[in-house]
């Protein structure tokens, strides 16, 4: 008997593609641990005191918190929320923050605007514009330029692979490492199957964006050494995507890892970069140099 499903990207049909590209269909606790994201961030506020609020543009949306780790001349991690680049921001994000500070490094959460205020487009600009900013900023901010680390989860992830495959000179007039390390979690590095599913009813892309913004296709701006990574219990599309994003970094000569949450799904994962010991707090510290060996 012949397979009648009209496939629309890969071997998928419109409604398993749809599904492969909502998360929430392959994790039913995603609400609660969403909820948990925020009471953690709060948690961790009333243990650090409130961060630094600082701007980095002239759109209301474009500022940043920042906790500072009591050492001069610090590192730098700066995290890139996600919420299908239409929800969650900086409150939600300090979570992660008390284990870099312990270890002592700063820590930045970022805020941009979202989906449907902005375009996609226009939200990599601002992260963008956010990352020089730091760079620009970071001996006024007690922090060393040379060790700017990036980190994002889900959408953040998509975003921070728009900073590290980001023409620094050209569009910024920097050096092309202004990033020293990156961490992309359950992400999306090409975006042609986001503009062929369901999702794309809000974020709105079309060939010319896709090919834009996608950081699979900007590979050969990377500068430093990334980890890619997954949870256990992802989608297989988001797998694909992570497997695909990291063989094009190492073929092109790249320090790259893939690596992979052992039980946890796409919202739980993000959860294990809040401690020293999980395993994406210990690869982010490594990554720093603050590692514990």
């Not at 052992?262 to 395993?279: M, R």
Request: charge should be negative.
């Amino acid at each position: 008997m012949s397979d009648k499903r009209t496939k629309v990207f890969r071997d998928y049909d419109q409604a398993e593609l749809d599904r492969q590209y909502d998360q929430r269909a392959w994790a039913p606790n995603a609400i609660e641990v969403i909820n948990r994201y925020t009471a953690d961030s709060e948690a961790v506020r009333r243990r650090l005191g409130d961060p630094e609020a600082h701007p980095y543009g002239e759109d209301r949306a474009e500022t940043l918190d920042l906790f500072r780790a009591h050492r001069p001349h610090a590192p730098i991690h700066v995290f890139i929320h996600g919420g299908a680049w239409r929800t969650l921001g900086k409150r939600d994000s300090a979570f992660a923050a008390e284990t870099f500070v312990r270890a002592g490094a700063h820590f930045v959460a970022l805020d941009f605007a979202l989906l449907p205020v902005a375009t996609l487009d226009e939200m990599v600009g601002q992260v963008r514009s956010a990352i020089a900013w730091i760079y620009r900023n970071a001996d006024r901010l007690g922090g060393d330029p040379k060790r700017i680390f990036v980190s994002g989860h889900s959408s953040g992830a998509h975003l921070a692979g728009t900073v590290i495959t980001a023409d620094w000179p050209a569009q910024f007039g920097l050096p092309p490492d202004v990033v020293a390390g990156a961490l992309c979690i359950s992400g999306i590095y090409d975006l042609e199957p986001v503009r062929r599913s369901a999702r794309n009813a809000h974020v709105q892309l079309d060939a010319a964006m896709v090919d834009e913004l996608s950081p699979g296709r900007h590979a050969h701006h990377i500068a430093c050494p990334v980890v890619v990574a997954t949870g256990e219990y992802e989608s297989d599309e988001l797998k694909r995507q992570a497997r695909d994003f990291a063989g094009l970094i190492e073929r092109r000569g790249g320090p790259v890892r893939l690596v992979e949450g052992a039980g946890c799904n796409h919202f739980e994962i993000i959860n294990t970069l809040a401690s020293p010991f999980g395993l994406l707090g210990r690869i982010a510290l490594q990554q720093m140099g603050l590692g514990l060996g």
